[in-house]
């Protein structure tokens, strides 16, 4: 089974602190994803990546950055929190032949005080 | 911009009802549309459907896709407590670099 490891369950942080949500998947999968799911919002797409040190813009990028350094890590990086960054963040992986299939980790809770 | 639309937005059943979960979509250059089942946290995948009227079934659950109509149903039968979930649709363009579009959820919540 694809396993997609997100290094944290439940975060807390401050206004205006770097924060980092790692994300590893075993599966030697290209793609990597993070969204962010919000109440009555739904999943909205943040960055992307194809392939190592590659990365490209979803819906969302205002605020985050991303670092894909190895296939197998894809970090989300805010680089000053804010409280309307307070969301759950879900990292995904998927294959080249289908890219759709997404398998998700178990997600972040980030709450930004 | 794709859109994809599901209804109800919640709904509540008793153990053994059957449910029909709905789905609709406006998808530039559609490819495939998806749902997914999100218990606690992490979406688990369920269904991928490309073909019009080709019903897909995994024990109690069953999806079909209608291209012309631009919707997609998921029906689960004899419902059990452990299908409580949020169920995601999501429909996939080939148009653009990605382009995966989901809807915002339905919360099925079965009671015994």
């Known amino acids: 089974d694809v396993k997609v490891t997100q290094s944290s369950r439940y975060l807390v942080k401050r206004t205006g602190e770097k924060v980092f949500l790692e994300c590893v998947q075993d599966m030697d999968h290209e793609n990597m994803f993070w969204y962010r799911q919000d109440p009555g919002l739904g999943l909205r797409l943040i960055y992307f990546s194809y392939d190592v040190k590659m990365k490209e813009k979803g819906d969302i990028p205002e605020g985050y950055s991303v670092s894909r350094e190895k296939k197998e890590r894809f970090s989300l990086i805010l680089e000053s929190a804010s409280t309307n960054q307070t969301s759950m963040y879900l990292c995904?992986?998927?294959?080249?032949?289908?890219?759709?299939?997404?398998?998700f980790g178990s997600g972040t809770q980030l709450s930004v005080l | 911009e794709d859109k994809v639309v599901q209804s109800p937005l919640s709904l509540v059943v008793h153990e053994g009802d059957t449910v029909t979960l709905n789905c609709s979509y406006e998808v530039t250059n559609f490819r495939s549309l998806l749902w997914y089942k999100q218990e606690k946290k992490a979406p688990t995948f369920l269904f991928m459907l490309?073909?019009?009227?080709i019903e897909k079934k995994s024990g109690r659950l069953s999806s079909i896709l209608d291209k012309k109509e631009l919707f997609s149903i998921l029906n689960i039968t004899a419902t059990q407590t452990g299908d409580s979930a949020i169920y995601l649709c999501a429909g996939y363009s080939g148009a653009g670099s990605y382009q995966l579009t989901f809807g915002k959820g339905t919360k099925l919540s079965v009671i015994p």
């Open positions: 490309t073909s019009s009227g």
């Open positions: 995904a992986s998927s294959s080249p032949d289908i890219r759709e299939k997404l398998f």
